[in-house]
């Protein structure tokens, strides 16, 4: 018996020791901003695997993200591979007010994560199809940033109390832009839009599909911002047609929300991180 339960033991060990955790890659091609790069690739990887990109939060770690989120979990279920970039400043917020995080290929954040994208894909012969973004607050804002710099690389974005691509705009890679976290930076759907489609000149591709969810309750970025993400999704051509909205009931997020198309697992088949065995019923555009 003894012996047994030592076997068991030393087995168990070597099992958790050959096991799917997060591992940092070093050396993943030009690194412009000096963004740290962590990968969660599964013991169960699909074939041509899809690639999600989970982008962390200020104050956060792309460990903490890792730990604090399903796409581990998510990815052990179904196969894909997700990347979890670190924000290389003190405080870790992203970058996403400097002219070079904001441009395709110009040398900033966005830049370094698009490359780890790269990366990944002819590392694992990854499904370019399928490569999604998102992220909560800062993280939120520099998946909005990635989806406008780089439309060609994204199938789908989703974001968690962010705000539109270049609203944060201070011309700094550490700006703090008050007007635009407080709402105020109130301009027309079009505008947000054009603005958008500067940061990768020339290019008129298909756009990436969008899922927005802020609280209204939010008292560092005001949730109108996001009112206008919706609308520039809208005008890129990313959301769906049918808006839905709905009053919440907790008293810690009391307030009405818009978003996309619902979240869940509808969503996953909406954005194309999962694949629908059956049409869809949403009546989304791409």
């Known amino acids: 018996m003894k012996l047994s339960t030592c076997l068991s033991g030393l087995l168990a060990m070597a099992s958790a020791a050959t096991a799917a955790q997060l591992t940092q890659v070093n050396n993943f091609g030009s690194n412009p901003s000096g963004a740290k790069m962590y990968i969660y690739v599964p013991d169960k990887l699909a074939a041509n695997p899809p690639v999600v990109v989970a982008i962390h939060y200020c104050s956060g770690t792309a460990s903490a993200y890792y730990s604090g989120t399903p796409y581990a979990r998510l990815a052990d279920k179904h196969g894909f591979i997700v990347i979890y970039p670190e924000s290389p400043y003190s405080g870790t917020c992203w970058d996403v007010s400097s002219a070079a995080t904001l441009t395709h290929n110009g040398g900033g954040n966005s830049n370094s ?66 007007s635009c976290a407080n709402g105020r930076e109130v301009h027309s759907q079009e505008v947000w839009a054009q603005t958008a489609r500067k940061m990768y000149p020339g290019y008129e591709g298909a756009r990436p599909r969008m899922l927005t969810i802020h609280g209204s309750a939010d008292a560092i970025i005001n949730a109108q911002v996001s009112y206008v993400v919706l609308g520039v999704g809208l005008v890129k051509g990313g959301f769906a047609n049918d808006m839905r909205c709905r009053t919440s009931t907790r008293p810690s997020s009391s307030g009405r929300a818009c978003w996309g198309i619902p979240t869940a697992r509808r969503s996953r088949h909406w954005l194309g991180i999962l694949r629908r065995r059956t049409p869809s019923t949403c009546t989304a555009r791409i």
Do not use: E
């Not at 790269?118 to 694992?124: A, D, H, K, R, V």
């Not at 994204?154 to 944060?168: D, E, L, N």
């Open 113 to 178: 994560i698009a490359n780890m994208v790269g990366w990944t894909l002819g590392q694992y012969k990854g499904d370019a199809s399928r490569v999604f973004v998102t992220g909560s607050s800062s993280g939120a804002m520099m998946t909005n940033v990635m989806a406008a710099t780089y439309p060609n690389l994204f199938k789908a974005a989703s974001t968690y109390a962010g705000v539109p691509a270049g609203c944060f705009f201070t011309g700094t890679t550490a700006g703090w832009n008050s």
